[in-house]
């Protein structure tokens, strides 16, 4: 077996389980008031604040109808913001506000920190092996994406800001 078929086989059988583990620290740490499907949206919004509602139901997986009842119910809470679209009355903005920031940033936070108490058994060396793989495979994954791997400070796409992926700027 060559190194490139070694290493599919290795990220086909971690990235699963260190995702289930971080959906788990999610689940915990969301808001009582929240469904991780809405927790799922307000994280794609942070990532694509310019999102339509068409672009939300293909990230989480759902329903144009569902995403609808699904930000209907985030609005109403406070952490998004449903607006227009400038270019087309037809189609509406989905931003997040302050408050959704605030709570998608915490349960964010929380998840990290826990993750971090999990890796503390790791020796240095494992650590910055298993970080600069880490960096290797979002630049490898992202190249050729709209997901660049370049990200601000509070974890964002700085590329993506405006428009979400597939969309070609079209918010509908």
């Not at 037809?90 to 108490?117: H, M, W, Y």
């Amino acid at each position: 077996m060559g190194i490139a078929e070694e290493c599919g086989r290795e990220v086909l059988e971690t990235i699963p389980l260190v995702m289930r583990a971080i959906r788990e620290e999610m689940r915990k740490r969301r808001t009582a008031d929240l469904s991780v499907p809405q927790f799922r949206a307000l994280a794609y919004l942070r990532s694509y604040p310019k999102a339509s509602l068409s672009d939300a139901a293909e990230h989480v997986g759902t329903t144009l109808p569902s995403m609808s009842k699904l930000m209907t119910g985030l609005v109403t809470k406070g952490y998004v913001r449903r607006r227009e679209s400038p270019e087309d009355r037809r189609c509406v903005v989905l931003t997040l506000t302050q408050d959704g920031k605030s709570v998608l940033a915490a349960a964010r936070k929380e998840a990290q920190e826990r993750l971090a108490e999990m890796l503390t058994g790791l020796s240095e060396k494992d650590g910055l092996t298993i970080t600069q793989a880490m960096r290797t495979l979002r630049l490898l994954f992202a190249a050729g994406t709209a997901d660049a791997p370049e990200r601000s400070e509070d974890g964002a796409h700085e590329r993506d800001r405006t428009d979400p992926p597939g969309s070609g700027g079209v918010l509908c």
